[in-house]
């Protein structure tokens, strides 16, 4: 590979709902693979997520948190306007590029972590919406797991585990997997135990909103419109992406369906869309999932 060149497609927007102080969402794509880098990315980068399936990796350089999808994919939140996103967009370049020029000298971190997904997590969790994990409801739970803002032991009634695997790899020079082989914690030398206590201490949704009380709104614009979205409509809308019909998000809010469908039917209205699959594409780029 001879380098990343330039960057097009270039896009910048606001979002729909105000996040505090004033900033834009930038959407734009890089000539060239990158995916052979995250590895180095990894290794160098801060506040780092690299995700396998699907696979992209997240990560905060001066102090702008923005994610890579490969090939050639980056979509990041900028703040202060289209001149200083453009200039990130080039030193996100010039920090590839000199990812490439020196990887040999970098010892790349190969660690995936696989993302565990909300309708999987629902199968496993009393479904009580008890609130003895910090959240309103199990939904929200798997939401914060899924999106690595909260640990599995947070739930009194998760079930232990029957099994654990440590997962030894050989990767070849372009840092791809060529052989793995899978042996039990003992025979890695490797002690894991669930130490519910220590899981505790991890911040979730609980610190910023109280114990028991619904999620709170939002307030959006549209057009010039302003429109409020409740607490109840976005865990809808969270279960809308995760692709659940409207009789699961019944049996899992524990209301009826008539009450779902009369949701869905404000959320369409409200954010201008007319379709399951526009609410999800609204509710990741306004980062609600």
Known sequence: MSGLKKFYNFSLRAPSIPMGERCWFAHFKIEGDF??????????????EYF????????????ILFALYPPDTVVSKIFHGREHALEFAKKLIDYLNHLETHKT??????????RLHVPELLHFLPITNCGECGFRTCMAFAGAVSRRRATLGLCPYFPGPVDA??????????????????????????????????????HTESDLKKKGKRLPG???????????????????????????TNKEIAQILKVSQNTVKS???????????????????????NELI
Do not use: C
């Open 165 to 202: 695997k440590i997962i030894f790899s050989v990767y070849d020079k372009n840092s791809q997997r060529v052989r793995k082989i899978e042996v039990d914690p003992i025979l890695a030398g490797v002690a894991i135990s669930k130490d519910h206590n220590a899981e505790k201490e991890i």
């Open 218 to 244: 939002l307030i959006g614009d549209r057009d010039g419109i302003v429109f409020k979205i409740s607490g109840r409509e976005i865990e809808v809308l969270r279960l809308i992406t995760e692709g659940f």
């Open 105 to 114: 000298e970098i010892q790349p971190v190969l660690k995936k972590y696989t």
């Open 52 to 63: 396998e399936s699907p696979e992209y990796i997240q990560f905060r350089m001066e102090n």
């Open 263 to 285: 949701h869905v039917t404000h959320i369409f209205n409200k954010l201008g869309v007319n379709d399951r699959t526009q609410a999800a594409v609204w509710a990741a780029q």
């Open 35 to 48: 995916s052979h880098l995250f590895p180095f990315i990894q290794a160098t980068a801060s506040e780092v």
